[in-house]
C-alpha cells in the first residue's frame, strides 16, 4: 500500500493547531484499501520533539471495519507534552470497492517551542490477538510494526512580537459534485489523433501477433475493387481504434482489467495511471484531492433487476424509463438481425463522439484538400480561370501511397457526400455549408436556436470568469445552469435519425484522411511548414494546399481547436443531466471552472474563423464591434465575410491575381471549383 503522511503547514506558531493528512492507495497487485486495513487494527503516531532530553509522544488511533466501513475510535483522553490533544473530527468512513483513502487528523495547540519530526506505522492484528500491553506510552515491538510513514518535520515559533498582519484573499472555496468524473471521461476519451497515427502506424508495419491477426481479421473486411487491400486496412483498422476508443466504458467491473493498460480507457486504467492523468485534473476539479473512482460510482444510476443491474448515466437512466416497456437485447440476439429492443452498449457505453469535429475540420478545408490531390492523381485539371496550382507538381513523391490513394478515389461511391453531411449539420446545430458544390435541398428539421443557445452559454460562461477572478465575489452559477439546460434540450432533440451513426461514418473517413496527409510523402508532394509548431501532422498540409489554392487563409489550427474543443463541450452538456430538478447552480459552476481552459479557447478559435468575439458586449456605441446578432449569424457567412475581407486587404496590397479566391471547404465560389467524374465528396459535375 502506498503512504503518503501530509501536514498543512511546516512552520506554525505557539499556540495554533496543524492538520495531519495520511493518504493510503493501494498497489496493482492488491484489490481494495479493505483488504490491506483488515491485516491491521492501528495506526500509531510518534511525534519527536529533537531536543537533547525532549519528550517523545506516541499517539495510537485503533480502527474497527464494520460492515464495509472503518469505524474510528472514540476520542482518547491522555495528555501531550508538545501540544494539548490530537483528535480525528470525522465519523465512520465507507470502503466499498475503494482504491484510495484519506484520513485527517487534528493538532490541536502546540505547547513546546522547537522543531518536531513526526513519522508512525500500523500495528499488526497479530499484536492484537496477543496479550500485549495497551498503553499507548509504551513502544510496539518491531515485530508487529509494518507500512511506516513519515517523516515530517514541523517548526514551532514564537510569533508574540508584533508584526505586520498578512490578509490574502483566495478563490471561493467549491464544493464536490458527482458530475465531475463524466467531464474527466470525456476529457479523456474523446479521440486523439497522435495515438490513433501510432496505431495505424503499428497496424500497417508491426509483426507483433495482435497486429497480425487483425491484419487478417481485415481480409474479410476488403472491398470489392483490385489492389485496395492496404487502403481497405486502413479503413477497418480505423473503425476497430474508434471501437476501442470512443466507447463510455462505465463497467466498474472490468477496471484495472486491460491487459494493455487502459490505451487511453480512463475507466480501465491502472489506479497508478490514473492517478497521473488526475493530475493535470485537480486544478479544473473542486477538490484538491478527490477521488474520481467514488465520484464516479456516485454518479452513475442502476437500472432494474430487469435490466441486469446495468450502471448507466443518470441522463440515459432517464430514457430507458420512458422506454419500460422496450426489452434490452440480449448477447444471442445480437446477430439474429433486426430483433426489437435496445442494444446494452448504447445505454451503457455512448460513443463520445460529436459531429461538430466534423463540421468544423470540413469548414477548415481538410475535405477538400484530400479532394484535391485525389483529381490531381487522376490527372484531372481543376476548373476555373488560371493555371491549376497542382498541375507542376511532381506526382512521383507519392508513389509508395500510390495503393492507398487507389483504394480511396475508388472507395469515392462508398463515402458520405457533402450534402448529406451538410443536411446533418443542419439537423443537430443548425449549421450549413455554402459553396458550388452543395445543394439547396430543404430541410425537414433545422436546429436554428441551437448557435444562440451555445454562444449565449459561452458569453454567459465568460461572465461567470471575471467574477470568479475578483476573490471578494463568489460567482452564481445559476445563469450558467438556465443555458446549460437549453442546450442540452436543443441537442437532445437532434439526436435521432442519423444520430450515432452518420458522425461515426465521418469521423472514419476524415480521420484515414489525415493519416494520409500526415504521411512524409504527402510533405515531399505539397511542402511543409517544418517550423510552424502545428498540434498535428496533417495541419500543415492542409494549410499549404490553401496557400496554393488560394482558398481561406485562416490557420488550420484554429478549425481543428473549434472542432476539439467543441466536441468536448457539447458531449458534456449533452450527456450530463441538465434537466434533472437535482441537478442545481453547484454543478453548473463546477462544469464552468471544468472546461474554463477549452470554452476560452474556442472563443478565440472563433474569433479567429469568424471575426466575431461571443464574449464581447456593446458597451458603447461609438465604439466600433460587430452586433450582437452577428454571433448568431451562420458560421459559413462569417466565413465568407471573413475572406472577403481579407481579399480587400490583399487586393490594396497588390497581392491578389485576378481570378476570385476560394473560401476553402469542398465548397467554393464560380471562378475555383474543380471538376470530377463524380458529385460525391465535395465535387459538382
Known sequence: MNRELIIDASQVSLGDNSLLTLELSTEDNEKFVSDVLGNYFSIHFVFDSLQPNGPTVEYRWDYTLKDGKLVPPRKVASEYALFIDITYPEASITLHQKKGLTLTWNVNTWEELGSKLISGYFVSRKYNDQDQPRDGDDAVPEQFRALDFGPMKVRVVDDTTVRPTKVTMQEARREDSPDQALWVLIRNRTVNFSRYRAFIDKVMCSQEQDMVDLRQDARAQYLPFSRVASYSLLKYATEAFLMQETGLAIDRTTFGQDRDGGAGNLNKAPVRGLAARRGSDSG????????????????????????????????????????????????????????????????????????????????????????????????????????????????????????????????????????????????????????RAVQDIPAAEHRSNFQRGFHSLLRVAMEFYQQANFTTVIPDGFPILNH??????????????????????????????????????????????????????????????????????????????????????????????????????????????????????YIHAYQAVTGIDIASDIVDARVTVPSNEDRYLQPSDLIDRQVAQQQQKNAGRGQLSAAPLANGLGQMRPAAVPMSRSNGNGYSE
Open 284 to 435: 479544473r476539479l473542486a477538490g484538491a484531492r478527490i477521488d474520481i473512482n467514488s465520484l464516479r460510482n456516485d454518479y452513475l444510476e442502476q437500472l432494474g433487476n430487469d435490466d441486469g443491474n446495468a450502471q448507466v448515466l443518470p441522463y440515459f437512466k432517464l430514457i430507458r424509463e420512458k422506454l419500460s416497456e422496450v426489452p434490452l437485447k440480449t448477447a444471442d440476439e445480437l446477430n439474429g438481425g433486426a430483433c426489437y429492443g435496445i442494444l446494452k452498449s448504447r445505454l451503457q457505453a455512448p460513443p463520445l463522439m460529436e459531429l461538430i469535429w466534423s463540421y468544423w475540420h470540413e469548414e477548415g478545408g481538410l475535405v477538400q484538400t484530400m479532394n484535391a490531390i485525389s483529381l490531381r492523381f487522376q490527372n484531372v485539371r481543376r476548373n476555373g480561370a488560371g493555371p491549376d496550382p497542382l498541375a507542376n507538381l511532381n506526382l512521383d513523391p507519392l508513389r509508395p501511397l500510390s495503393n492507398l490513394i487507389w483504394g480511396f478515389i475508388e472507395d469515392e461511391r462508398f463515402r458520405q457526400t457533402i450534402n448529406r453531411r451538410n443536411q446533418e449539420y443542419k439537423y443537430e446545430y443548425g449549421y450549413s455549408l455554402k459553396g
Open 484 to 601: 446549460l439546460r437549453e442546450v442540452h434540450l436543443t441537442l437532445a432533440e437532434g439526436a435521432h435519425n442519423q444520430y450515432g451513426d452518420l458522425p461515426w461514418a465521418a469521423r472514419v473517413e476524415m480521420l484515414t484522411q489525415q493519416w494520409l496527409l500526415a504521411r512524409p510523402e504527402m510533405r515531399e508532394f505539397l511542402g511543409g511548414r517544418i517550423m510552424v509548431p502545428y498540434a498535428e501532422p496533417w495541419m500543415d498540409r492542409v494549410d499549404n494546399m490553401k496557400q496554393l489554392q488560394g482558398w481561406n487563409s485562416t490557420n488550420i489550427s484554429h478549425f481543428r481547436d473549434l472542432g476539439v474543443f467543441g466536441e468536448q463541450l457539447l458531449l458534456s452538456i449533452r450527456h450530463g443531466a441538465w434537466n434533472d430538478p437535482t441537478v442545481g447552480a453547484v454543478n453548473a459552476a463546477n462544469w464552468a471552472h471544468y472546461w474554463r481552459e477549452e470554452i476560452q479557447r
